[in-house]
């Protein structure tokens, strides 16, 4: 029998009650049943991103529909400060660059974050509309210090837009209290459902800035978008394009998973998963991507010091383990990610930390038998707690 552990960062693993949760027959968006599993979902992504008065949207689409729909909140020639660490941040350039806005890129090292106080400089010497940051940026795992660089720019800046496609309901995330405005995700990453939804949260101050005179495109068009998410709430059904029908019901099945265990316990098992992992790939001297300090809780990128990237993800894969590439262009085919998100355990970081140490030995590698199990072990038999 041919089994898999999915440590990807993106689909991730599901929860079997998840998936079997979308198997609907003859079920449309003006259903009883969907009306309220939507209602549901909305308020589900609301009490994730610990934002209980703020506006949900489930839209059809990934995490990058839900970046471009900020343009909903922009006008033609508004400034935009974009803070990036990696690939995905840059993403926000790629987007922002179809539409007639002035654009400020600031880009780290991969592995690396940009400073604090050069972000709060570079709105204090000019007036921006915008400003987007990463919480983790999944192509280097890389993880942002969100709430201490709101609180130091929250009075430079209108509206500040998180990404938090690869740290929403995973890493600390309290949306309100810290005073983000914006804050993005998707259904296929640290939720664990399957691919199809774009989720996010809007403040009052974002909603705010919702106008029929926005630069946004057609589908992507939030002040059309809120009509309907208003009405699910309101236990009506809605229509402005074909919802994810069947993503919302596996959708709210994974919020009632998440209050199940509480966030408090999500987040707890995500670091405790990630240190392990982490822990192994030291004890076989294997060096990460990300920054010491700054290292997510949803992915690790792993320096693979010349061995082949594809031929050790294939081994990797043969013997059980389905990773990712790595995707940094500066460092093309000298890394791997391991997504270690959603409904992972202490089992699989174990799990993981096996089939690289032995297939990095079957490769060649100098590493003592063991030396990665052992040293997870030993990381998970201090941090559990009974």
């Known amino acids: 029998m041919d089994r898999k552990i999915l440590m990807h960062v993106g689909p991730t693993m599901i929860d079997i009650d998840v998936l079997l949760a979308g198997v609907r027959n003859n079920t449309g968006f003006a259903s009883p049943e969907f009306v309220?599993?939507?209602?549901?979902?909305?308020?589900?992504?609301?009490?994730?991103?610990?934002?209980?008065?703020?506006?949900?949207?489930?839209?059809?689409?990934?995490?990058t529909m839900a970046m471009e729909s900020v343009t909903s909140l922009l006008?033609?020639?508004?400034?935009?400060?974009?803070?990036?660490?990696?690939?995905?941040?840059?993403?926000?350039?790629?987007?922002?660059?179809?539409?007639?806005?002035?654009?400020?890129?600031?880009r780290s090292e991969p592995g690396h974050i940009i400073p604090q106080e050069e972000v709060s400089r570079e709105l204090e010497n000019g007036k921006y509309k915008m400003v987007t940051i990463t919480q983790v940026e999944t192509s280097t795992g890389v993880l942002y210090p969100v709430e201490s660089l709101v609180k130091k720019i929250r009075d430079k800046v209108d509206i500040i837009v998180v990404d938090a496609v690869a740290s929403a309901g995973a890493e600390k995330l309290n949306v309100q209290d810290w005073g983000i405005d914006v804050c993005l995700t998707a259904s296929q990453k640290a939720m664990a459902a399957p691919p199809g939804a774009a989720l996010m949260v809007l403040s009052q101050n974002a909603v705010n800035h919702l106008s029929e005179n926005s630069i946004s495109g057609f589908y992507t068009d939030l002040n059309q978008w809120i009509k309907v998410m208003n009405s699910f709430q309101n236990g009506k059904s809605g229509y402005y394009t074909t919802l994810p029908v069947h993503i919302v019901f596996s959708l709210e099945k994974a919020f009632d998973l998440i209050?199940?265990?509480?966030?408090?316990?999500?987040?707890?098992?995500?670091?405790?998963?990630s240190g392990a992992i982490r822990a192994g790939l030291n004890?076989?001297?294997?060096?990460?991507?990300?920054?010491?300090?700054?290292?997510?809780?949803?992915?690790?990128?792993?320096?693979?010091?010349?061995?082949?990237?594809?031929?050790?993800?294939s081994e990797c894969l043969n013997n059980g383990i389905e990773m990712a590439t790595g995707i940094v262009p500066e460092y093309a085919g000298k890394y791997v990610r391991i997504g270690h998100m959603g409904w992972i355990n202490q089992n699989d970081a174990?799990?993981?930390?096996?089939?690289?140490?032995?297939?990095l030995r079957d490769m060649g590698r100098k590493i003592p038998a063991n030396s990665g199990v052992s040293a997870a072990q030993e990381?998970?038999?201090?941090?559990?707690?009974?």
Do not use: C
Request: glycine share 8%; proline share 4%; hydrophobic share 40%.
């Open 36 to 63: 309220t599993s939507m209602g549901n979902a909305l308020n589900g992504l609301k009490y994730v991103m610990n934002a209980p008065d703020y506006q949900p949207f489930i839209l059809p689409g990934s995490g």
């Open 75 to 106: 006008k033609k020639g508004d400034n935009v400060l974009i803070v990036s660490s990696g690939v995905f941040g840059d993403r926000w350039v790629n987007i922002f660059k179809k539409y007639p806005l002035n654009i400020k890129h600031l």
């Open 259 to 273: 209050k199940e265990e509480t966030l408090e316990n999500r987040i707890k098992r995500h670091e405790i998963v």
């Open 283 to 313: 004890g076989m001297d294997m060096p990460v991507m990300a920054e010491k300090g700054f290292e997510s809780h949803t992915v690790t990128g792993m320096m693979l010091d010349g061995i082949s990237m594809n031929d050790f993800l």
């Open 350 to 359: 174990i799990s993981t930390v096996a089939v690289i140490e032995r297939v």
């Open 379 to 386: 990381y998970l038999s201090s941090n559990i707690k009974d």
